[in-house]
């Protein structure tokens, strides 16, 4: 196994609300290869933007990292000084957000803005500015990319001003890319052809990628590894095609039952029972117990993440040693 | 872009049209001219004579037909107070009330966005608090309340600035301007100051709440985790995002300070259009208050136009809505 590109331990970030901190993440430890694409799943409200946005250091107040380490390339990034988080934003990480008619400023012509981008880390000359924001729109798939540049952003349709927005993010090559759902917001059909596009972009660029997104089915296209998180906390993780085949966490289990694919014709589609808990009254012990149909009196201590080989998982009782084994 | 031009010329001469009735109305029609232009010891033949020569024993629509003929052709009238052409006497006392609201609101301006947005960017430190309670002074305060005290402090105790005129004047396009010379602008500096304050005001607070909802846009997100740099994200990103109320309320008050920077210019005895048209209303001389109503209906208009002309130079999505 190389050296990791990424690695991220015991990562708490809470924010200080008036009912109390709220521990939007809460030990969180993964690590990301060189050039790898790791699926990160999970419900509305599970964590997975705050993960992303810890990564990069954008945790504003009343949020803080509360403990924890992410090592880029080894280098510690938790604690850095603004500038030096600065530095490493959009050209060692950066990131895509989810809704690119919010993210792209619709007062600034897109080379402009590319412009800026680019000047966040170094100065260049208004051509040769231009020649590079240019070359990275035809990457993405923008035809006729040099005039496109003059246009705004509410002159493309949304898959396009998505593809802007990656080129972006793509702007100073970095090692990693933080993708926060960056299809959720777009036609299923434009959604496809992205996820097609970005991973082939990463394959040849040799990018990595976090890719987060509340779908199971849309991760699972993409990545090569899944880490499933509920409640702040990582449940599961593993090789996208192991944990699909035979996941270890009842939570996991849950989610995949609840894809359209697996519902039997005619047939209504299986939900998980109850909801996702206020992170304010979690239950003592494993999160989900109170959803799990497998719960035992001991699920009210918290179980470790126990990993054995590629595989990880958090439950007292994972389905595998019961169930299929 | 021109049909739009075009659309708006249209409206404007409506809106003129509208005001000139307005104002005929209000002037003319209501009151009797006649016994403020002769003597009320004059014979009943002086008076018919006086009424026919005035044109006021025609039906009320020939009047006003006639009313908007001379304001067609330019001809505003005589004043009775100072016997000279309307034109001419307005156009002597516009510059110092135009020299004076431009200071006013452009100083407000450029030191009220800057600060509000820094209020508005760290809302939590002292100097955010600061420039907060300035800002409701600026409200709360009255403004002829403030000119005294200004007077007061300055002029009469310090002694460091003159209480009133316009001081020094210089050449520029053949119009006396004080700004151009020392003297003229110490002269200017009060009163300047005096307006600009309530404006300053409504700046910060205008800029202060755009940029905190801009901060927390996912634009900005966006453009710091492209690494751009605070005072980037600041003067490229959010100033672009707060100008169109900005601009707006610029231009709404340069239009109210042309058309009633009164008060200021009572207190400081500026020479503008605002202590003139007090003085041709104490003194009922109805062709300068007449010639001042259209100017100001038409500077109203004027600035709107360019206002919103500047919101299609601001934002992209209101050009394309408008082609
Ligand atoms: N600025 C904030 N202040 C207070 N709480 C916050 C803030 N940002 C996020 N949270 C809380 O942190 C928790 C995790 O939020 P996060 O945005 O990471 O969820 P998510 O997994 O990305 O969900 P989604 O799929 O809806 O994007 C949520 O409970 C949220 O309410
Ligand atoms: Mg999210």
Redesign the interface.
Known sequence: MTAPLLQVENLATHFMTRSGPLKAVDGVSFSVQPGEIVGLVGESGSGKSVTGFSI?G?IDPPGRIAGGSVKLAGEELVGLPPSAL??????RI??V?Q?PS???????TIGHQMR??I???ETVGEKAARDRAAEALLRVGIPDAARRLDA?P??FSGGMRQRV?IA??L??RPALIICDEPTTALDVSIQAQILTEMKALARDLGTAMIWISHDLATVSSIASRLLVMYAGRIIEEGPVADVLRAPHHPYTAGLLASLPANAEPGQDLVQIPGSTPSLFALPPGCAFSPRCPHARPQCGTMPDLVREGARGVRCHFPLEIRGRA | MIGFVIHRVMQAVVVMAVISLLVFIGVYAIGNPIDVLISPDATQQMREDAIRAYGLDQPLWKQYLDFVTRLLHGDFGRSFVYNMPVLELIGSRLPATTELALAAVMGATLLGVPLGMYAGYRPESGLAKAIMAISILGFSVPTFWIGLVLIFTFAVQLGWLPAGGRGDTAMLFGIEWSFLTRNGLTHLFLPALNLSLFKFAMMVRLARAGTRETMLTDTVKFARAAGESEWTILSRHVLRLIAIPIVTVFGLELGSTLAFAVVTETIFSWPGVGKLIIDSISSLDRPVMVAYLMLVAFFFILINLAVDLSYAALDPRLRARRA
């Open positions: 990069l954008l600065r530095a490493i934003r959009g050209r950066s990131m957000f809704d919010a993210t792209l400023n619709p007062v600034l800026l981008a000047e966040a880390h705004h509410h002159q927005a972006i993010a702007l100073n």
